[in-house]
Structures are given as structure tokens and as C-alpha cells.
């Protein structure tokens, strides 16, 4: 089984820096695909409240029969449960679907600024971290404006931003405030979600072919030398194999700056919604 190292965040906890998400993957088919990624030697599951899986990923944890402290499972607070109490009431119906007493972390999913509420959901995440009810708190898809905004209100600096972020978009100003306060990475989209071509891209077929291993194995090393937190999706076995299969290569120094060197710098690479847009 694949030794898969952890990341220590900024409370001291550690995160496995490769995990299995179940973005899109469909209700019915999650507890089969999170039973298959658990045989395979996931620890760490990336889900929401929105992708409608919580339910299935808690079916599957339970029939693991895998101790919960070597489970690292992350769940999402939606854009409309901001307000008020309803963090709280959110918190507790992913807990319920996932049959869990506390996750190991929680995002809030999108800032949705349009609303101003996101200060207020981090002000609620707090409280439902001292409740013992997450582990850990974190956002995603924050751009430094907000991630400069909810520190002056609370002082406390999120564990986690989840951004959208693969070799053609990089997000060099959120990765530079994150580097210089302490917050981890992790990369959504990690392969493009398919709609970027990154596998015939010269540097990942170059590195690929001194290293003997796949396009996608390539870019997901190159998340992990970065010190990103990873979270590849499939439901295929064959796939959630190779995509824990990134341990016994090291790309060189020169391999990491050509793919380094693979964003256009003008956002045209992105493959998502843009934080701005979704409120
Ligand atoms: P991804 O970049 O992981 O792409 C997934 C697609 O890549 C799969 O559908 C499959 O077609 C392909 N793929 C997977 N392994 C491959 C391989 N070895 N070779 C070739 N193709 C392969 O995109 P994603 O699923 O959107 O992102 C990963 C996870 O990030 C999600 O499952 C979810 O947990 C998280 N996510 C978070 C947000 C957010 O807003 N916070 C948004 C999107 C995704």
C-alpha cells in the first residue's frame, strides 16, 4: 500500500497530501467508488454537501471497518447556508449523512461576495470548530481579498484554501499569501478536469517519458513537489490506482520548472467557475 505523506496545518493537525474527491460522482454509485478507493489505500475523501454524496461516503467508511483516526474526510458548507445559525444546521446534517461525530475538515465552499456573508460563515466555522464538531476549518475558492478580510475579523487564518489549480492556472497571488500565512493548498481540478489538454502539453510528455509514468501521474507529482494537497477524481479502479501510484519518482528540478512554466499568466488556462461569478 502506498505510503502517502501528511502535511501538518496550521493547528498542528496532519492532512494526507492525496485523497480520493467525489466531485460528480452520483449518489448511487459513491459507496462502491469510496469502498474501491479505500481498498486501494485512500485515507483521505474530499466531498460536499452539495455533490449529494455524503451519504453514500459515510456507507462506505462504515463498512470499512477502518479505524476513524486513520480517516481524514473533508466535507463543504453550501453557499445558501451562510447566514444566521444555518452553518450550524448545515454542519449537523453533513455529520448525520456521513454518520460521523466531527469531520476532519470543513470548508466553507465559495465566498459568494456578491452576498458580504462569508466574514459571518467564518465567524460560524470558528465556533463549530470549538465545538468539536471539525477538526479543522478551512476555505475554498477565497481570493486574497477575502482570505484579507476574514483574518482582520477573526485573527484566525483558515487551515486550508481548496482553489481550482493544475499546471495552466496557477494562482500564483493566492499561493503566495498562502506560503506566507501558513495556509495549505489544495488544488481542485487537479487534472484539468479533462477540459484542459494537459497530457499532450511538452513538458508532461517530456517528464512522462524520463520517468516512465503516465501524463496524469506526471501533473499529480507535480502538485505534490509543490507541497499541494491532491485529490484526483475517478470512479474507474485501474485509475484510482495509477493516481496513488507517485511515490517511487522524483521529477527533477528542470521537469518541475517546465511544467512550471505551462501557465499562459492570463487566466485563460482556467477550467471553473471564476469566485467572483458564483453567489
Ligand atoms: P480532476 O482534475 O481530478 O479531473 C477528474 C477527471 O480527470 C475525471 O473525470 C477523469 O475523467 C480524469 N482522470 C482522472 N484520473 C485520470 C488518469 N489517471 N488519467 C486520465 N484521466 C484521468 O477534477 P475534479 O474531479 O473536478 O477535481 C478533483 C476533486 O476536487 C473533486 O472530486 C472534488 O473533490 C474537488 N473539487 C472541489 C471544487 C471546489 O469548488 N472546492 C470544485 C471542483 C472539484
Known amino acids: 500500500m502506498a505510503n502517502i505523506p501528511h502535511i501538518e496545518l496550521n493547528d498542528g493537525r496532519l492532512i494526507p497530501q492525496l485523497g480520493y474527491g467525489v466531485f460528480k460522482v452520483p449518489a448511487e454509485e459513491t459507496e462502491r467508488a469510496v469502498s474501491e478507493a479505500l481498498e486501494v489505500g485512500y485515507r483521505h475523501i474530499d466531498t460536499a454537501a452539495i455533490y449529494g454524496n455524503e451519504r453514500g461516503v459515510g456507507a462506505a467508511i462504515a463498512a470499512s471497518g477502518i479505524a476513524r483516526d486513520e480517516l481524514f474526510i473533508t466535507t463543504k ?26 469531520v476532519d475538515l470543513y470548508l466553507v465552499h465559495w465566498p459568494t461576495p456578491a452576498k458580504d456573508n462569508f466574514v459571518h460563515a ?78 499532450d502539453a511538452a513538458p508532461v510528455v517530456a517528464a512522462a517519458e524520463a520517468t516512465g ?53 492570463d487566466g485563460s488556462g482556467r477550467v471553473g467557475a471564476h469566485p467572483t461569478e458564483l453567489n
Open 77 to 102: 458548507l453550501w453557499n445558501d447556508r451562510h447566514d444566521g445559525d444555518q452553518p450550524d444546521a448545515a454542519v449537523s446534517e453533513s455529520l448525520d449523512k456521513l454518520g460521523l461525530d466531527a
Open 122 to 199: 467564518w465567524e460560524k466555522m470558528i465556533g463549530i470548530r470549538d465545538r468539536g464538531l471539525a477538526r479543522s476549518i478551512g476555505v475554498s475558492n477565497h481570493l486574497v481579498e477575502h482570505l484579507e478580510k476574514i483574518v482582520a475579523a477573526t485573527d484566525v487564518v483558515p487551515a486550508v484554501n481548496q482553489i481550482e489549480l493544475h499546471p495552466a492556472y496557477q494562482q500564483r497571488d493566492i499561493t503566495a499569501w498562502a506560503q506566507s500565512h501558513g495556509t495549505v493548498i489544495e488544488s481542485w481540478g487537479p487534472l484539468g478536469q479533462g477540459k484542459y489538454d494537459l497530457f
Open 213 to 265: 509514468k503516465s501524463p496524469a501521474q506526471v501533473v499529480l507529482r507535480w502538485h505534490l513537489q509543490k507541497g499541494y494537497v491532491v485529490f484526483p477524481k475517478s470512479v474507474r479502479r485501474a485509475r484510482l490506482e495509477e493516481n496513488i501510484d507517485l511515490f517511487d519518482v522524483e521529477l527533477t528540478a528542470e521537469q518541475m520548472a517546465a511544467i512550471d512554466a505551462m501557465d499562459p499568466g
